[in-house]
Structures are given as structure tokens and as C-alpha cells.
């Protein structure tokens, strides 16, 4: 397949893996309604934690997550390495904004954790490691989050190809914009702590 075509194909394999809403479905089959109705209105496994079913939780995490390493390891497998950060955006744009869900979706933690994990698993271990220190230090999800995503990219262009650090980067700055409402909360020291509140 020819690079334009492999970039485009990419992309939409990418978007519709990630467009897979396993938050909002596996709350919904639980029998706990629309969890976008309740905490910070998304999709993500840190809102499902909030209906106070830490199984839930963990099963959002790990199946958002895998969205991010499928199609990052589909798109390579298929189209090559640069079509595979391609992918990894696209999975990340497609949990945020799922067309199923008229583009609620979650704000594209887990899912860009396991597209890094596919990309470079260097480069996730440290982007881990970073993840709870912060979060262990600061007891905020978000501090957390936003620490590993900012680790993320640099990490990915020491030990990863340019194309994968791009990607990363890129999706650290999309993340990171999902997550305003979360930073506007810490400037203001009213985000509330793991466990509690939205």
C-alpha cells in the first residue's frame, strides 16, 4: 500500500479501535446507567472508579489501554512502523471523542499508556514510573497523569524513532488540553484527591 494510503488507512483503523467505549459499556451492562451522568462526565477508568466498583474500574483501564497497543501493533503489522504512530494519535482522538457517543468520550490516559506500551516499551516503563511517583506523591490522579504524559514523548525520543517520539508528542498535548478543567482545578488548589469528590 502506498505511504499516503498506508497514513490514511492507519488512522482510521487507529480511530475506530479506540472509538470502542468500554467504560461506558461495561457500567451500562452492570446495570449502572450512563456514566457519563455522574464525576467528571467521562468514560475514562477514574470516573467508573467512582460508582465505587474498583473491578469495573480495572477492567476500563486495561481495555482502554489494549485499544492503544492494538492498534498501534495492528497499524505496524499492516502498514509499518511510521503508519503505527499514526495509529496511536488516531486511537487516542477516537476514546476521546467516540461518534457513538455523539464524541463523549474518556480523556485518553489508558489508551495513550498502550499505544506507548506498543511503541516503545522503554519508554512506557519510565513514563510509568514517573506516573506513581506523582501520583503516589501528590495523592491527584491528574498530577500523576500529566507528569507521565510529559515523560512520555521525551522518553520516546531517546529510545524510540522520530516518528513515535512525533506522535507522542502530539498526543501529550492533546491529553494534556482534555485535561484543562483538571489543571485550571490544581492552579487553584480545589482538584480534589484520589478517592474523592469529581
Do not use: Y
Amino acid at each position: 500500500m502506498e505511504g499516503g494510503l498506508a497514513t490514511g488507512a492507519a488512522a482510521v483503523l487507529g480511530f475506530l479501535l479506540g472509538s470502542v467505549p468500554f467504560g461506558f459499556l461495561l457500567t451500562r451492562a452492570a446495570g449502572l446507567g450512563d456514566i457519563r451522568a455522574i464525576g467528571s462526565g467521562s468514560t475514562g477508568a477514574t470516573n467508573v472508579l467512582r460508582t465505587g466498583r474498583k473491578g469495573l474500574a480495572a477492567a476500563t483501564l486495561l481495555l482502554d489501554a489494549a485499544k492503544g497497543v492494538l492498534a498501534v501493533a495492528l497499524a505496524s503489522w499492516l502498514f509499518g512502523p511510521a503508519a503505527a504512530a499514526v495509529a496511536a494519535v488516531a486511537a487516542v482522538v477516537g476514546h476521546c471523542h467516540p461518534p457513538w457517543l455523539a464524541g463523549r468520550g474518556g480523556k485518553g490516559v489508558a489508551t495513550a499508556a498502550g499505544a506507548l506500551l506498543a511503541l516503545s516499551w522503554p519508554a512506557f516503563l519510565i513514563a510509568a514510573a514517573v506516573w506513581l511517583g506523582a501520583a503516589l506523591a501528590s495523592r491527584i490522579s491528574s498530577v500523576g497523569a500529566l507528569a507521565a504524559l510529559a515523560a512520555a514523548p521525551v522518553a520516546a525520543f531517546v529510545f524510540a524513532p522520530a516518528a513515535a517520539g512525533i506522535a507522542l508528542l502530539a498526543i501529550a498535548a492533546f491529553v494534556a488540553w482534555r485535561h484543562k478543567a483538571n489543571i485550571q482545578r490544581l492552579l487553584a488548589g480545589t482538584e480534589p484527591r484520589i478517592g474523592q469528590g469529581k
